[in-house]
């Protein structure tokens, strides 16, 4: 009996605990990207860029807080800088929109224009970033480390196998579920909030309406420099800050909102959860699992890894493509595809 | 002058004119309607008087201002209010969220206004919480609808309000719509079903090739012999 | 081109390019120039690639690396000699793998296209996907430990076939063509952004495939010292003819062989250039051409004329994938050398990306120039920067740490540069240096 406790424990440890942090991480930053193709119609190529972008800033005034000695242990010290890096990501996102989209939107440009627009963009902030605080990994996570010590739950339950369940995981998780209750909130109950809907839903009934598509698209990008850096930040509390593995969370990104239905929000939340949970099963080992579950003798060999971690990209590409052979507009229908 | 009037307006897409010289009007608490064959201009007309096509020579007066040169959103300010043929609701948002919207330039409280819509058309009290997407063809129109009613306006314009509903909502809505004259609205439509639409039009317009061809009552339009068996096919 | 239309603008770009080659040649020197000169022709190949696609089609392919990566592998697999004993052990087990996965696929789609809806075709279809797997896994593991096992540090994957490194342009062309073939069945037809976030993850994928499969790549190892189609220095300096010739220019033997061979990939490399330019202005302007560019002018009309949009678009993506593929062996070639961990999405795809664009979208030769142009400022605008920062940090203390952060951070000045030469285009001069006629 004990032994499928111990491999069910194994499994939360290591599968369904950083399963759910991932998925919140992903979630957050493909509501980023949804909002953004809802209202400004293109797939934002700089969503990753700005997610590192608004983490830097967080992290830079991080580290003046600990040199100050300022701290709100156990909680890591990032999260009071964090409305400061959302601040900073927001300027940038303005002005960028200032300087580059606005024009396009006024050109009428075809949505592969903004795209590649976006791609400039995505350049320029991998650069300004790599510029500030370097190419490297940065740590700066603080605090409590651990919210239950796999060797605390050990001693609680007698199990050989202990969960561990690290801060930032609870807080990723917790700061998930209040930014998608806000998100909603905001879309669903608020009057700028719903106007953003309608822009998204039909563009000109919103212009009859009355409904100022400027001030649409200002909150759009305000909320999505929100939305990047908070994800930025969980990932890098939750894993390390380097300014290259955020370019490449794009692909699992805009999997996840492609998967829910582009333009959807609950799609992008679902679509998240999907990508990461594949993405972990699919990598995890399972030989000590197995050798639990499983009696005696018919313990497997070898790790029983189904993937090597080094392609996890291929999970989210693979989930990918088969939604996109099989229902482009996503799970939960986002726009049309074609 | 009528309330709202677009005077010898001539203009089109692009180089090409599509009306020529067209007079189209309509008083306070009346219905006026463009009938005319496809390709007609009706719809052009319509969207000259709204400003979302601007004109080469006339003027758009409303109640006496020249308007000619307001963009659409800004005459929706002055009391204008449109309701395009085609995707004229928020199919993602629930019925009271598309009034909501309609109401979007309103900064009063406007939950009387919502009162009123909802007593012209009783099935959108029931479905409100229901997405506009949802709704039957009939219901959406009614949405629609509401949804122009929803900023108080002096003049309501339809395009084609009863295109792909059945005959008996068309009638359900030809009778809302006198309704809405009735408190003292101006509304201009154009509609495809000629012969029913004149019968509720005070004054009736048939446009030929973006000209105005007859111009006359609804009920003098259908007593003449030309227009009924050339615009009627009676 | 037609040269007696006054097309100056053009020319006088060229001209100005070529006099921007010599005088690094003066200044710094010859064979620096010609190194820079022989990586923009590789570059005016591989934007040509991207313009096919992007110019004559619309089509946004955000994964240039992958398919450069893709061209450049097949150096490996050609041109290095077999290893045999690794052959010997798990040659076998690999191929059978290989046929098992082969057989899976050919199963799962017979399935899906045979089999009558319901669960009854979805449970088989999971269950031959899940069997393949396990199956071909169980073969394949044993195989690839035991060929990794053979001399490691040497060799430790199969070789490739052993034949000249030329042929490899031809084969890196054929299977880019076919990736291509795959991700445009899948992704096309769709919206634009589809195929951008597609293209992005196969070129992921591809990467990580190269640094991983060390069975196959030797993987983050390596493989150096590719044979070449050109003679090697060395040999050249002990050539007594070579000697005299060089004697007879006034230049020493080993400065005079390093040019020489330089040249001599330059003349390859032109050669394929020339090539697939004469081709491509063949194509643009032949029916089959205008007809691309007229879809992608107005897809909604040429659809509605019973163009098969999608098709089209299939073809196009192909040609310029191949021609991606054909630069991406000629830069291993060049390179002498494999190194997965190289092949970086800024290096290989977005600067392509920009060199098109500014260039001039659909417009070959606006291409090659912007290839050439763009090749030039990125590798010149690392010394550029670098004096830049120097002269604007001279005011600070010498061992002022902002100094100093500011200096070591000169190189990422290169992606802003490029980020804002693209975004620049894009707002005030959208069609380039030399504009689509």
Not at chain 2, 192 to 220: P, S
Request: hydrophobic share 50%.
């Amino acid at each position: 009996m004990d032994d499928i406790f111990n491999a069910l424990i194994l499994l939360s440890n290591f599968v369904i605990v950083p399963g759910m942090a991932y998925g919140s991480q992903l979630a957050i930053g493909a509501l980023g990207v949804t909002l953004i193709y809802g209202i400004l119609r293109f797939s934002n190529f700089a969503h990753g860029d700005t997610m590192a972008f608004g983490t830097m800033a967080t992290i830079l005034l991080t580290w003046a807080l600990q040199d100050w000695g300022v701290s709100i242990s156990p909680l890591p010290t990032a999260l009071l800088a964090l409305p400061f890096g959302i601040a900073c990501t927001v300027v940038l996102l303005l002005l960028t929109d200032r300087l580059v989209y606005r024009f396009l939107r006024r050109e009428k440009a075809a949505p592969v224009v903004f795209l590649i627009a976006s791609v400039g963009v995505m350049f320029v902030l991998n650069g300004l970033v790599r510029f500030i605080i370097g190419p490297n990994d940065q740590r700066f996570a603080d605090g409590e480390r651990f919210i239950m010590k796999a060797r605390e739950f050990k001693r609680m339950t007698g199990l050989s196998e202990g969960v561990a369940f690290k801060t930032s995981q609870g807080l990723t998780i917790v700061t998930a579920v209040i930014v998608v209750a806000a998100l909603f909130w905001f879309l669903n109950r608020t009057r700028a909030g719903k106007s953003m809907r309608a822009y998204s839903d039909n563009e000109d009934l919103a212009l009859l309406s009355g409904i100022n598509p400027e001030r649409v698209v200002l909150i759009t990008w305000t909320l999505a420099a929100a939305l990047a850096t908070i994800a930025g930040v969980l990932y890098g509390l939750d894993k390390s800050f380097k300014p290259f593995t955020y370019f490449q969370l794009l692909l699992p990104i805009f999997a996840a909102a492609i998967v829910g239905g582009l333009g959807n929000p609950l799609g992008a939340i679902a679509g998240g959860f999907i990508i990461a949970f594949s993405e972990v099963t699919v990598t995890y080992a399972y030989r000590k699992f197995l050798a639990y579950s499983i009696p005696g003798d018919w313990a497997p060999e070898g790790l029983v890894q189904l993937l090597s971690t080094d392609y996890k990209f291929a999970v989210s590409f693979v989930i990918l493509v088969l939604v996109l052979l099989l229902r482009p507009t996503g799970i939960f229908g986002g726009r049309t595809a074609s | 002058m009528s309330f709202l009037s677009g005077d010898n307006m001539t203009g089109g897409y692009g180089g090409a004119d599509i009306l020529h010289d067209c007079t189209i009007g309509v008083e306070q608490g009346e219905i006026a309607v463009i009938v005319g064959p496809n390709g007609a201009g009706k719809s052009t007309a319509m969207k000259a008087v709204f400003g979302m096509l601007a004109i080469r020579q006339g003027a758009v007066h409303l109640d006496g201002e020249d308007i000619t040169k307001l963009s659409p959103q800004d005459r929706v300010a002055k009391g204008m209010s449109f309701v395009p043929q085609n995707q004229n609701v928020f199919t993602s948002l629930s019925v009271e969220e598309n009034l909501e919207m309609g109401a979007f330039i309103r900064r009063d409280d406007f939950s009387g206004t919502m009162e009123q819509v909802f007593e012209l058309f009783p099935i959108l009290k029931e479905k409100r919480r229901q997405p506009a997407g949802e709704l039957s063809g009939g219901q959406r129109q009614q949405v629609a609808v509401g949804r122009a009613l929803m900023t108080q306006p002096k003049v309501l314009m339809l395009d084609e309000p009863t295109a792909g509903v059945s005959p008996i909502v068309m009638d359900e809505l030809f009778d809302r719509i006198i309704e809405v004259a009735k408190s003292g609205i101006a509304i201009l439509m154009v509609e495809q079903n000629a012969r029913q639409a004149l019968n509720i039009a005070d004054k009736g317009y048939v446009l030929v090739q973006g000209r105005n061809r007859y111009t006359d009552t609804g009920a003098a339009l259908i007593a003449n012999p030309e227009v009924r068996q050339a615009f009627l096919g009676l | 081109m037609n040269l007696t239309n006054g097309n100056l603008r053009p020319i006088l770009m060229f001209a100005a390019m070529a006099a921007a080659l010599a005088t690094v040649g003066v200044v710094q020197s010859w064979s620096l120039s010609l190194a820079i000169m022989n990586l923009c022709l590789i570059s005016a190949v591989m934007s040509l690639g991207v313009n096919i696609q992007w110019g004559y089609a619309g089509l946004f392919n955000v994964g240039v690396m992958g398919f450069a990566a893709l061209g450049g592998v097949c150096g490996v697999l050609i041109a290095t000699p077999p290893v045999m004993a690794a052959w010997r052990a798990g040659g076998n087990g690999i191929i059978i793998a290989l046929f098992i996965a082969l057989a899976t696929i050919l199963a799962a789609i017979f399935i899906m296209k045979r089999m009558p809806d319901g669960r009854l075709k979805k449970l088989t279809f999971t269950a031959v996907i899940v069997a393949g797997f396990f199956l071909g896994r169980a073969v394949f593991d044993p195989a690839v430990e035991s060929i990794e096992a053979i001399e490691p540090a040497k060799t430790g994957y199969l070789g490739g076939l052993g034949l000249p490194i030329l042929l490899s342009w031809v084969v890196g062309g054929l299977l880019a063509a076919a990736v291509a073939w795959v991700v445009g069945k899948i992704a096309l037809g769709l919206r634009s952004d589809y195929l951008a976030i597609a293209t992005l993850g196969i070129s992921e994928i591809i990467i990580a495939v190269l640094k991983n499969e060390d069975w196959l790549t030797r993987g983050v190892k390596n493989v150096s010292g590719l044979p070449r189609p050109v003679p090697y220095e060395i040999d050249l300096q002990q050539a007594l003819w070579f000697q005299e010739w060089a004697g007879y220019l006034g230049a020493t033997p080993v400065e005079f062989s390093s040019i020489f061979v330089k040249l001599c990939y330059a003349g390859l490399f032109t050669a394929v250039l020339l090539a697939v330019l004469w081709l491509s202005e063949r194509a643009l302007n032949s029916p089959w051409g205008r007809m691309m560019r007229a879809i992608r002018d107005n897809e909604v009309s040429a659809e509605a004329m019973g163009k098969n949009v999608t098709g089209r678009h299939l073809q196009v993506f192909i040609l310029g994938s191949a021609v991606i593929g054909i630069a991406g062996a000629m830069l291993t070639t060049l390179d002498g050398q494999f190194i997965p961990t190289s092949y970086q999405p800024l290096r290989f795809t977005f600067i392509i990306w920009v060199m098109v664009i500014v260039g001039g979208s659909g417009n070959n030769w606006g291409a090659v120039l912007g290839g050439f142009v763009i090749w030039f400022f990125w590798i010149e605008a690392e010394p550029i920067g670098l004096w830049l920062m120097d002269v604007l940090t001279s005011g600070m203390a010498e061992d002022s740490g902002l100094r100093k952060h500011l200096l070591n951070s000169a190189a990422h000045m290169r992606l802003m540069t490029m980020g804002l030469i693209l975004l620049l285009v894009l707002r005030f001069s959208p069609r380039g240096l030399i504009p689509e006629r």
